[in-house]
């Protein structure tokens, strides 16, 4: 079983930051691609980005490419969401999952472990 626990979130105004963590515990990750998504009222779960457990290997939306950073702290078991230049736009609640393949997808289907999400809202 995996725990995934996300913190970070809150209130920010139009073009500042915020970085998101996710802390995985339950199993060793060294396999694991860890994601981030996001859900706006009245809208579907989304890609935002990801990043293999070994080797570093990222993906990102295109809409927050430049934008939003994702890492990782292997000794930590610990994933981040940095994101800058944040618009109206980016509010959502922003969910940390895991995926047991050192493979990237953006496909929310293909994760099979997921947090209890974080609000991150933007005011214009």
């Known amino acids: 079983q995996v725990q995934l626990v996300e913190s970070g979130g809150g209130l920010v105004q139009a073009g500042g930051s915020l970085r998101l963590s996710c802390v995985a515990s339950?199993?060793?990750?060294?396999?694991?691609?860890m994601g981030w998504f996001r859900q706006a009222p009245g809208k579907e779960r989304e890609f935002v980005a990801a990043?293999?457990?070994?080797?570093?290997?990222?993906n990102y939306q295109d809409s927050v490419k430049g934008r939003f950073t994702i890492s990782r702290d292997n000794a930590k078991s610990t994933v981040y969401l940095q994101m800058n230049s944040l618009r109206a736009d980016d509010t959502a609640v922003y969910y940390c999952?895991?995926?047991?393949?050192?493979?990237?997808?953006?496909?929310?289907?293909?994760?099979?472990?997921w947090g209890q999400g974080t609000q991150v809202t933007v005011s214009s």
């Open positions: 990043i293999r457990w070994s080797g570093g290997s990222t």
């Open positions: 339950g199993r060793t990750f060294i396999t694991y691609t």
């Open positions: 999952a895991a995926r047991p393949v050192p493979i990237i997808s953006a496909r929310p289907d293909q994760y099979a472990y």
